[in-house]
């Protein structure tokens, strides 16, 4: 899009993996150009000019930029110290980067779950630990009660290098996650009903999402054939979402997204609070693009 004198530019950051071009790209870089093409009239509207970068180019590349939106830098879990000092990088020659670092900080390592928990959000039963072999899967299901679980891990994104273990498809006596881990129970509702995605821009609710999974799969991700619908919330649930968002330690994100799960009891529990680089669904929520860019403009309001 030819740039207009008035205009402000915002980067909205990628990696090499969901750019277009003539890379391979990830299975789900779909849901990149979605989201852009969701995007883009809706800035151009507000007199923003989006351009898609790649995070790993130089700072020098970001000359003129107003805002950083972290869009799909989905290759950042591998990579994290080099990406956080990128956006701090960012924010220290002036360009507002969304959400801030302090945010990516708190919200790249899962732990950051026990911090909701101890403000009140009701989270999945998790045993947290810095490694994990066929022992401690064993332990963990004696502590759940469950002969189910899965292992994720704590610094990881869009449901890669994860397992889940049965009594009867243990893994092998000498495996190890070897990288810091979290376990917890299968929980069959993520089968039954799917897990439920809460948006919210700038604090408001903006459209919910009820993600399933593909056959002969648990996870919920386009890239294991997971597939999503539109889904509004009951007054509860969305109550319940909105306590989680309460609960996080920073009050003026620019977007989140809270995704839950039902629990045995009924109650829904955090699986996530994304406020890095999440898929904002905008199949699902035609007014994204719209809200957002009403957003941004508040923000560079001067």
Known sequence: MPSTPSAKRVAFLACAETLPGPGTRRGDAFEHDLEVAALRPAFAAARFELTEMDWREPVEAFAGMTLALLGTAWDYQDNAEEFLAKLET????????CNPPEVVRW????????DLE??????VPTLWLEDAGRADIEAAMAEFGSNDVVI???VGAGGIGQHRFTRDSMPESTWRMARPAMVQPFLPSILEEGEYTFVFIAGAFSHGVRKRAGGGEYRIQSLFGGYEEAWSPSSGDLATAKQVVAALPFADLLYCR???IRLPSGDLAVMEAEAIEPYLYPEQGPQLGERLARAVAKRLRP
């Open 107 to 114: 919200n790249a390592d899962k732990r950051y779950l026990r």
């Open 258 to 260: 809270i995704d839950m």
């Open 90 to 97: 960012l924010e220290t020659a002036g360009v507002t980067v």
């Open 118 to 123: 101890q403000a009140g959000a009701t989270i």
């Open 152 to 154: 994720k891990r704590q």
